[in-house]
């Protein structure tokens, strides 16, 4: 437990791309943001959950229960219908804890290898959970973006799946696009739109 100031929010990921892409959606808050790097000494929680809202639930509170910070966690993850929903959960391990993205990559796109384009519908999705000092959760929300699978990545910007996934409405891949589209449609950015609410009416006399 360390002493905190009452308008400190810890994102509870060690992932930079994650890190970066909150920090900028959260900006304009009177938040001091603070991540995991901060606290070599503190215990990893282990993602044992069956559904995003568990796992990102499990995260924020079990962080904040060894901090005694605010905290907000994330639990995110790609679907595919023609896989039945993988990687879902395990989009951040696919294939195995010891691949990095564009092996995850790669190995999807080897799954969907027999799949025209038609057939390649996808979607991002988001939960957000935050909880109090206590480890008690009091938001959760949740974001979605439909889309589908590129045939091969496409771009350099983003991390994870995002060159290989198109948007609805849209023929550039997360890793093309400007950040200032994705930061308006990802389903990060949605499900951060409900968790800011929250955040700004509980700290809102800071602001």
Not at 116 to 137: H, N
Request: glycine fraction near 10%; aromatic fraction near 6%; include cysteine.
């Amino acid at each position: 437990m360390i002493e905190a100031s009452p308008n400190e929010l810890l994102i509870a990921t060690t992932n930079k791309g994650k890190i970066v892409e909150l920090r900028s959606l959260l900006a304009s808050s009177p938040l001091r943001l603070r991540s995991l790097e901060g606290f070599p000494e503190i215990e990893d929680v282990e993602e044992t959950g069956t559904t995003f809202a568990d796992n990102s639930a499990l995260k924020a509170s079990a962080y904040a229960s060894q901090t005694g910070l605010w905290t907000l966690a994330d639990d995110s993850g790609l679907e595919v219908d023609a896989l039945g929903g993988a990687p879902g959960v395990f989009s951040a391990r696919y294939g195995g804890e010891g691949l990095n993205d564009a092996q995850r990559v790669e190995l999807l796109l080897e799954k969907l290898s027999g799949c025209a384009e038609q057939e390649r519908s996808a979607r991002f999705i988001c939960v957000i959970a935050i909880a109090d000092p206590q480890g008690q959760i009091v938001n959760l929300s949740t974001g979605r973006c439909e889309g589908q699978i590129a045939l091969a990545p496409r771009g350099t910007g983003g991390f994870g799946y995002d060159p290989v996934f198109i948007p609805s409405g849209f023929a550039q891949t997360f890793g093309e696009l400007p950040p200032e589209i994705k930061k308006s449609i990802s389903h990060r950015a949605l499900a951060l739109d409900g968790a800011r609410s929250f955040l700004m009416s509980r700290f809102e006399s800071m602001a």
